[in-house]
Protein backbone atom coordinates (compact mmCIF):
# COMPACT_ATOMS: atom_id res chain seq x y z
CA UNK A 1 0.00 0.00 0.00
CA UNK A 2 1.74 2.91 -0.99
CA UNK A 3 -0.46 5.92 -0.62
CA UNK A 4 -1.79 4.68 2.77
CA UNK A 5 -0.40 5.37 6.16
CA UNK A 6 1.81 3.60 7.76
CA UNK A 7 1.71 2.08 11.19
CA UNK A 8 3.47 5.67 12.22
CA UNK A 9 0.92 7.13 10.53
CA UNK A 10 3.53 8.39 7.27
CA UNK A 11 2.10 8.54 3.84
CA UNK A 12 6.08 8.56 2.40
CA UNK A 13 8.00 12.07 4.06
CA UNK A 14 4.76 12.91 5.24
CA UNK A 15 2.71 12.90 8.42
CA UNK A 16 3.65 11.04 11.85
CA UNK A 17 2.95 12.75 15.48
CA UNK A 18 5.10 15.72 16.21
CA UNK A 19 3.51 16.69 19.23
CA UNK A 20 4.28 18.17 22.70
CA UNK A 21 4.88 15.49 25.41
CA UNK A 22 1.86 16.93 27.47
CA UNK A 23 -0.98 15.45 24.92
CA UNK A 24 0.88 12.26 24.38
CA UNK A 25 -1.23 10.50 26.55
CA UNK A 26 -4.41 11.65 24.95
CA UNK A 27 -2.68 10.63 21.58
CA UNK A 28 -1.50 7.10 22.45
CA UNK A 29 -4.84 5.94 24.27
CA UNK A 30 -5.89 7.01 20.67
CA UNK A 31 -3.80 5.63 18.51
CA UNK A 32 -3.60 1.90 20.21
CA UNK A 33 -7.41 1.96 20.19
CA UNK A 34 -8.65 3.25 16.45
CA UNK A 35 -8.06 0.52 14.45
CA UNK A 36 -9.18 -1.84 16.89
CA UNK A 37 -12.25 0.05 17.80
CA UNK A 38 -13.76 1.04 14.47
CA UNK A 39 -12.98 -2.10 12.83
CA UNK A 40 -15.31 -4.24 15.15
CA UNK A 41 -18.71 -5.53 14.67
CA UNK A 42 -20.93 -3.19 17.45
CA UNK A 43 -18.58 0.03 16.20
CA UNK A 44 -19.75 -0.81 12.02
CA UNK A 45 -23.26 -1.59 12.90
CA UNK A 46 -23.65 1.32 14.58
CA UNK A 47 -21.81 3.77 12.50
CA UNK A 48 -23.87 2.47 8.96
CA UNK A 49 -26.79 2.14 10.82
CA UNK A 50 -26.60 6.29 11.62
CA UNK A 51 -25.14 6.86 8.39
CA UNK A 52 -28.38 5.62 6.69
CA UNK A 53 -30.94 6.37 9.16
CA UNK A 54 -29.89 9.81 10.02
CA UNK A 55 -26.96 10.74 7.63
CA UNK A 56 -29.09 9.70 4.64
CA UNK A 57 -26.85 7.60 2.99
CA UNK A 58 -25.46 6.20 0.47
CA UNK A 59 -25.85 9.35 -1.30
CA UNK A 60 -26.49 9.25 -5.13
CA UNK A 61 -24.15 9.15 -7.69
CA UNK A 62 -26.07 11.62 -10.06
CA UNK A 63 -25.34 11.69 -13.41
CA UNK A 64 -24.82 14.98 -15.06
CA UNK A 65 -26.15 15.25 -18.73
CA UNK A 66 -26.04 19.04 -19.20
CA UNK A 67 -22.57 18.92 -17.98
CA UNK A 68 -21.59 15.88 -19.98
CA UNK A 69 -23.09 16.96 -23.06
CA UNK A 70 -21.60 20.27 -22.96
CA UNK A 71 -18.15 18.63 -21.88
CA UNK A 72 -18.51 15.67 -24.26
CA UNK A 73 -17.24 13.00 -21.39
CA UNK A 74 -19.49 11.63 -18.88
CA UNK A 75 -19.90 13.14 -15.58
CA UNK A 76 -20.98 11.86 -12.90
CA UNK A 77 -21.73 14.13 -8.96
CA UNK A 78 -21.22 12.19 -5.65
CA UNK A 79 -24.37 14.38 -3.98
CA UNK A 80 -22.54 14.61 -0.70
CA UNK A 81 -24.27 18.12 -0.34
CA UNK A 82 -27.39 15.78 0.39
CA UNK A 83 -25.96 14.71 3.82
CA UNK A 84 -27.88 15.75 7.15
CA UNK A 85 -26.32 19.00 7.77
CA UNK A 86 -24.96 20.03 4.04
CA UNK A 87 -21.46 18.64 3.92
CA UNK A 88 -19.75 15.56 3.76
CA UNK A 89 -17.98 16.57 7.34
CA UNK A 90 -20.50 14.70 9.25
CA UNK A 91 -19.25 10.98 8.04
CA UNK A 92 -16.28 11.70 10.38
CA UNK A 93 -18.10 13.21 13.49
CA UNK A 94 -20.69 10.66 13.37
CA UNK A 95 -17.19 7.93 13.35
CA UNK A 96 -15.86 10.05 15.92
CA UNK A 97 -18.89 10.39 18.35
CA UNK A 98 -18.94 7.03 18.31
CA UNK A 99 -14.50 6.55 18.79
CA UNK A 100 -15.13 8.80 22.11
CA UNK A 101 -18.08 7.11 23.41
CA UNK A 102 -16.59 3.60 23.38
CA UNK A 103 -13.37 5.49 24.77
CA UNK A 104 -15.55 6.23 27.69
CA UNK A 105 -15.29 10.25 27.34
CA UNK A 106 -17.98 12.46 28.58
CA UNK A 107 -16.86 15.54 26.92
CA UNK A 108 -16.27 16.73 23.43
CA UNK A 109 -14.31 19.45 22.19
CA UNK A 110 -13.49 20.95 18.44
CA UNK A 111 -11.83 23.47 16.68
CA UNK A 112 -14.06 25.46 13.89
CA UNK A 113 -13.02 28.60 11.32
CA UNK A 114 -15.84 29.31 9.11
CA UNK A 115 -18.21 27.14 11.91
CA UNK A 116 -18.76 23.88 9.61
CA UNK A 117 -16.71 21.27 11.27
CA UNK A 118 -18.24 23.29 14.94
CA UNK A 119 -21.95 22.48 13.08
CA UNK A 120 -21.58 18.85 12.31
CA UNK A 121 -19.70 18.30 15.90
CA UNK A 122 -22.44 19.76 18.11
CA UNK A 123 -25.07 17.85 16.05
CA UNK A 124 -23.71 14.99 16.83
CA UNK A 125 -23.10 15.65 20.70
CA UNK A 126 -26.59 16.88 20.41
CA UNK A 127 -27.31 13.04 19.17
CA UNK A 128 -25.40 11.33 21.49
CA UNK A 129 -26.16 13.83 24.37
CA UNK A 130 -22.18 14.67 25.27
CA UNK A 131 -21.13 18.07 26.24
CA UNK A 132 -19.84 20.04 23.52
CA UNK A 133 -17.25 23.29 23.66
CA UNK A 134 -16.19 24.56 20.09
CA UNK A 135 -13.54 26.51 20.04
CA UNK A 136 -13.26 29.86 17.52
CA UNK A 137 -11.42 32.64 16.44
CA UNK A 138 -13.28 35.90 18.26
CA UNK A 139 -13.01 37.59 14.38
CA UNK A 140 -14.59 34.63 12.80
CA UNK A 141 -17.18 34.45 15.39
CA UNK A 142 -18.29 37.96 14.11
CA UNK A 143 -17.86 36.51 10.63
CA UNK A 144 -19.80 33.62 10.90
CA UNK A 145 -22.84 34.70 12.62
CA UNK A 146 -25.57 31.87 11.13
CA UNK A 147 -23.08 28.94 12.08
CA UNK A 148 -22.45 29.96 15.29
CA UNK A 149 -26.55 30.58 16.31
CA UNK A 150 -26.41 26.98 15.05
CA UNK A 151 -24.12 25.64 17.17
CA UNK A 152 -25.59 26.68 20.33
CA UNK A 153 -28.78 26.24 19.09
CA UNK A 154 -27.72 22.63 18.97
CA UNK A 155 -26.27 22.68 22.85
CA UNK A 156 -22.76 23.98 22.49
CA UNK A 157 -20.84 25.97 24.19
CA UNK A 158 -19.00 28.26 21.59
CA UNK A 159 -15.46 29.60 23.42
CA UNK A 160 -13.74 32.45 21.55
CA UNK A 161 -10.02 32.62 21.11
CA UNK A 162 -8.64 36.04 21.42
CA UNK A 163 -5.00 35.86 20.62
CA UNK A 164 -2.83 36.20 17.50
CA UNK A 165 -5.14 36.65 14.87
CA UNK A 166 -8.21 35.22 16.18
CA UNK A 167 -8.84 32.87 13.67
CA UNK A 168 -8.45 28.90 12.64
CA UNK A 169 -5.21 28.36 14.03
CA UNK A 170 -5.51 30.34 17.70
CA UNK A 171 -9.15 28.44 18.20
CA UNK A 172 -6.94 25.52 17.42
CA UNK A 173 -4.51 26.05 19.84
CA UNK A 174 -6.78 26.76 22.26
CA UNK A 175 -8.74 23.77 21.70
CA UNK A 176 -5.14 21.75 22.51
CA UNK A 177 -4.69 23.46 25.85
CA UNK A 178 -8.24 22.37 26.86
CA UNK A 179 -7.29 18.64 25.92
CA UNK A 180 -4.09 18.61 27.93
CA UNK A 181 -5.86 19.99 30.66
CA UNK A 182 -8.50 17.40 30.54
CA UNK A 183 -7.04 14.10 29.05
CA UNK A 184 -8.97 12.05 30.83
CA UNK A 185 -12.77 12.51 30.10
CA UNK A 186 -12.37 14.57 26.88
CA UNK A 187 -11.82 13.69 23.24
CA UNK A 188 -10.98 16.22 20.57
CA UNK A 189 -12.46 15.74 16.82
CA UNK A 190 -10.35 17.12 14.59
CA UNK A 191 -12.18 18.29 11.37
CA UNK A 192 -10.32 17.23 8.15
CA UNK A 193 -7.65 14.84 7.10
CA UNK A 194 -4.82 16.75 9.15
CA UNK A 195 -3.27 16.92 12.86
CA UNK A 196 -0.70 14.23 14.40
CA UNK A 197 -1.18 10.48 14.11
CA UNK A 198 -3.87 8.68 14.07
CA UNK A 199 -6.17 11.89 13.24
CA UNK A 200 -5.55 11.61 9.38
CA UNK A 201 -5.77 7.77 8.79
CA UNK A 202 -8.91 7.89 11.36
CA UNK A 203 -10.36 10.54 9.24
CA UNK A 204 -9.72 9.00 6.20
CA UNK A 205 -11.23 5.35 6.57
CA UNK A 206 -14.49 7.09 8.71
CA UNK A 207 -14.77 9.02 4.96
CA UNK A 208 -13.74 6.41 2.49
CA UNK A 209 -17.63 5.64 2.58
CA UNK A 210 -17.70 7.55 -0.24
CA UNK A 211 -15.36 5.83 -2.28
CA UNK A 212 -17.00 2.47 -1.14
CA UNK A 213 -20.49 3.90 -1.95
CA UNK A 214 -19.47 5.39 -5.52
CA UNK A 215 -17.82 2.03 -6.58
CA UNK A 216 -21.03 -0.26 -6.16
CA UNK A 217 -22.69 2.73 -8.00
CA UNK A 218 -20.36 2.68 -10.66
CA UNK A 219 -20.43 -1.11 -10.69
CA UNK A 220 -24.25 -0.59 -11.57
CA UNK A 221 -24.41 1.93 -13.54
CA UNK A 222 -20.88 1.79 -15.74
CA UNK A 223 -20.52 -2.00 -15.32
CA UNK A 224 -16.95 -1.96 -13.35
CA UNK A 225 -16.19 -0.25 -10.20
CA UNK A 226 -13.73 2.53 -10.95
CA UNK A 227 -13.80 5.69 -12.70
CA UNK A 228 -10.80 7.34 -14.99
CA UNK A 229 -10.82 10.65 -12.84
CA UNK A 230 -11.49 11.39 -9.73
CA UNK A 231 -11.80 15.00 -8.90
CA UNK A 232 -11.99 16.66 -5.71
CA UNK A 233 -11.77 20.10 -3.45
CA UNK A 234 -8.43 20.26 -0.89
CA UNK A 235 -8.83 22.45 2.02
CA UNK A 236 -7.46 19.94 4.73
CA UNK A 237 -8.48 17.31 2.51
CA UNK A 238 -10.93 15.06 4.04
CA UNK A 239 -13.62 14.83 1.25
CA UNK A 240 -11.21 14.08 -1.61
CA UNK A 241 -9.57 11.55 0.85
CA UNK A 242 -13.15 10.51 1.22
CA UNK A 243 -13.73 9.83 -2.66
CA UNK A 244 -10.12 8.87 -3.10
CA UNK A 245 -9.47 6.02 -0.67
CA UNK A 246 -10.56 2.78 -2.59
CA UNK A 247 -9.15 4.33 -5.58
CA UNK A 248 -5.62 5.09 -4.30
CA UNK A 249 -3.58 2.27 -5.26
CA UNK A 250 -5.54 1.57 -9.30
CA UNK A 251 -2.94 3.32 -11.10
CA UNK A 252 -6.11 3.50 -13.67
CA UNK A 253 -7.74 6.12 -11.87
CA UNK A 254 -6.43 9.69 -12.29
CA UNK A 255 -6.24 11.48 -9.24
CA UNK A 256 -7.09 15.19 -9.06
CA UNK A 257 -6.83 17.57 -6.73
CA UNK A 258 -8.09 21.01 -6.86
CA UNK A 259 -6.60 23.94 -4.32
CA UNK A 260 -7.75 27.48 -3.95
CA UNK A 261 -6.03 30.42 -6.19
CA UNK A 262 -7.46 32.72 -4.04
CA UNK A 263 -6.97 36.03 -5.79
CA UNK A 264 -4.34 34.35 -8.16
CA UNK A 265 -0.85 32.16 -6.82
CA UNK A 266 1.29 35.04 -6.91
CA UNK A 267 -1.47 37.37 -5.21
CA UNK A 268 0.04 36.65 -1.48
CA UNK A 269 -3.54 36.02 -1.35
CA UNK A 270 -4.28 32.26 -1.70
CA UNK A 271 -4.28 28.59 -0.06
CA UNK A 272 -2.58 27.19 -3.28
CA UNK A 273 -0.41 24.91 -0.73
CA UNK A 274 1.15 22.60 -3.59
CA UNK A 275 2.52 24.97 -5.83
CA UNK A 276 3.49 27.58 -2.78
CA UNK A 277 4.14 25.14 0.18
CA UNK A 278 7.48 23.82 1.95
CA UNK A 279 8.07 20.89 3.78
CA UNK A 280 7.01 22.27 8.02
CA UNK A 281 5.04 20.94 10.80
CA UNK A 282 1.73 22.09 11.44
CA UNK A 283 -1.03 20.84 14.32
CA UNK A 284 1.55 18.22 15.06
CA UNK A 285 2.06 16.63 11.25
CA UNK A 286 4.54 16.74 8.66
CA UNK A 287 3.29 18.00 5.22
CA UNK A 288 3.25 21.08 3.15
CA UNK A 289 2.57 24.08 4.56
CA UNK A 290 2.94 28.03 3.32
CA UNK A 291 5.23 29.66 4.67
CA UNK A 292 7.87 32.38 5.07
CA UNK A 293 11.40 31.58 4.46
CA UNK A 294 11.95 31.76 8.28
CA UNK A 295 9.43 29.45 8.41
CA UNK A 296 6.74 31.94 9.65
CA UNK A 297 3.44 30.34 8.52
CA UNK A 298 1.79 32.40 6.32
CA UNK A 299 -1.84 33.59 6.17
CA UNK A 300 -3.88 32.07 3.63
CA UNK A 301 -7.31 33.17 1.81
CA UNK A 302 -9.72 31.98 -0.63
CA UNK A 303 -13.25 33.33 -0.89
CA UNK A 304 -14.56 30.01 0.53
CA UNK A 305 -13.54 29.77 4.35
CA UNK A 306 -13.61 26.06 4.13
CA UNK A 307 -10.36 26.10 1.76
CA UNK A 308 -8.83 28.83 3.27
CA UNK A 309 -6.55 26.39 5.41
CA UNK A 310 -1.83 27.22 5.32
CA UNK A 311 -2.02 23.65 4.46
CA UNK A 312 -2.85 20.03 3.33
CA UNK A 313 -3.02 16.64 4.99
CA UNK A 314 -0.22 14.81 4.75
CA UNK A 315 -1.79 12.11 2.46
CA UNK A 316 -2.38 14.54 0.13
CA UNK A 317 1.21 16.44 0.51
CA UNK A 318 2.35 12.12 -0.43
CA UNK A 319 0.20 12.64 -3.64
CA UNK A 320 1.79 15.81 -4.71
CA UNK A 321 5.23 14.61 -3.94
CA UNK A 322 4.78 11.50 -5.80
CA UNK A 323 2.98 12.61 -8.67
CA UNK A 324 0.80 10.03 -7.64
CA UNK A 325 -2.35 12.75 -7.93
CA UNK A 326 -2.78 16.35 -10.40
CA UNK A 327 -2.88 19.33 -8.39
CA UNK A 328 -4.55 22.28 -9.77
CA UNK A 329 -5.41 25.35 -8.64
CA UNK A 330 -8.40 27.25 -9.03
CA UNK A 331 -8.74 31.60 -8.59
CA UNK A 332 -12.06 32.87 -6.94
CA UNK A 333 -13.73 34.20 -9.86
CA UNK A 334 -13.43 30.98 -11.81
CA UNK A 335 -14.90 29.31 -8.78
CA UNK A 336 -17.47 31.78 -8.23
CA UNK A 337 -18.77 31.42 -12.30
CA UNK A 338 -18.62 27.48 -11.08
CA UNK A 339 -21.34 28.06 -8.57
CA UNK A 340 -23.60 29.79 -10.66
CA UNK A 341 -23.19 27.33 -13.95
CA UNK A 342 -23.61 24.64 -11.80
CA UNK A 343 -26.67 25.69 -10.48
CA UNK A 344 -28.45 27.20 -13.91
CA UNK A 345 -27.17 23.86 -15.73
CA UNK A 346 -27.96 21.06 -13.23
CA UNK A 347 -30.04 22.99 -10.77
CA UNK A 348 -27.46 22.55 -7.81
CA UNK A 349 -26.26 25.15 -5.68
CA UNK A 350 -23.28 24.19 -4.75
CA UNK A 351 -20.84 25.38 -1.71
CA UNK A 352 -17.98 27.44 -2.84
CA UNK A 353 -15.82 24.87 -2.03
CA UNK A 354 -17.16 22.30 -4.42
CA UNK A 355 -17.57 24.74 -6.72
CA UNK A 356 -13.52 24.89 -7.31
CA UNK A 357 -13.43 21.11 -8.46
CA UNK A 358 -15.74 21.86 -11.50
CA UNK A 359 -13.43 24.29 -12.60
CA UNK A 360 -11.17 21.66 -13.83
CA UNK A 361 -13.20 21.24 -16.75
CA UNK A 362 -12.35 24.88 -18.28
CA UNK A 363 -8.79 23.97 -17.65
CA UNK A 364 -8.23 20.45 -18.23
CA UNK A 365 -8.96 18.11 -21.56
CA UNK A 366 -11.46 15.24 -21.15
CA UNK A 367 -12.50 12.24 -23.82
CA UNK A 368 -15.82 11.12 -24.67
CA UNK A 369 -15.83 7.82 -23.22
CA UNK A 370 -14.26 9.05 -20.03
CA UNK A 371 -15.97 8.51 -16.46
CA UNK A 372 -15.44 11.23 -14.23
CA UNK A 373 -16.63 11.38 -10.50
CA UNK A 374 -16.66 14.99 -9.04
CA UNK A 375 -17.16 15.10 -5.37
CA UNK A 376 -20.21 17.48 -5.06
CA UNK A 377 -18.67 18.45 -1.47
CA UNK A 378 -21.48 20.47 0.15
CA UNK A 379 -24.41 22.69 -0.37
CA UNK A 380 -24.53 26.34 -1.23
CA UNK A 381 -27.08 27.48 1.60
CA UNK A 382 -24.44 28.64 3.79
CA UNK A 383 -22.43 30.58 1.08
CA UNK A 384 -25.89 32.65 0.15
CA UNK A 385 -24.52 36.13 1.20
CA UNK A 386 -21.02 36.00 -0.96
CA UNK A 387 -23.09 34.65 -4.15
CA UNK A 388 -25.70 37.81 -3.51
CA UNK A 389 -22.47 40.23 -3.39
CA UNK A 390 -20.50 38.74 -6.00
CA UNK A 391 -23.81 38.20 -8.63
CA UNK A 392 -25.91 41.47 -7.35
CA UNK A 393 -28.71 39.11 -6.92
CA UNK A 394 -30.39 41.69 -4.70
C1 LIG B 1 -15.04 22.04 4.97
C2 LIG B 1 -15.40 21.87 3.55
C3 LIG B 1 -14.44 21.54 2.57
C4 LIG B 1 -12.97 21.49 2.86
O1 LIG B 1 -12.56 20.53 3.80
P1 LIG B 1 -11.86 19.18 3.36
O2 LIG B 1 -11.39 18.59 4.64
O3 LIG B 1 -10.74 19.53 2.42
O4 LIG B 1 -12.88 18.35 2.68
C5 LIG B 1 -14.86 21.32 1.27
N1 LIG B 1 -16.17 21.41 0.93
C6 LIG B 1 -17.12 21.72 1.84
C7 LIG B 1 -18.53 21.81 1.40
C8 LIG B 1 -16.77 21.95 3.17
O5 LIG B 1 -17.72 22.27 4.07
Redesign the pocket.
Known amino acids: MKYQADNKGFYGEFGGAYIPEMLYPNIEELRQNYIQISESDSFQKEFQSLLTNYVGRPTPLYFAESLSEKYNTKIYLKR??LCHT????VNNTIGQILMAKRLNKKRIIAETG?G??GVATATVCALMGLECVIYMGSLDIQRQAPNVARMKMLGAEVKAAKSGSKTLKDATNEAIRDWINNPVDTHYII????GPHPYPDM?ARF?SVISAETQAQLLEKENREYPDHVI???????????LYYHFLENLQVNIIAVEAAGKGINSGASAATSVLGKEGIIHGSKTLLMQTLDGQITEPYSI????D?PG??PMHAHLFRSKRAEFISIPDQEAMDWGLTLSQMEGII?????AHAFAVLDVRKFYPDEVIVF?C???GD?DLDTYIDHFKLK
Not at 191 to 194: M, N
Open positions: EDGAHKAQHGSVVVQACVGGGSNAAGSAGLYVGPAIETNSGRK
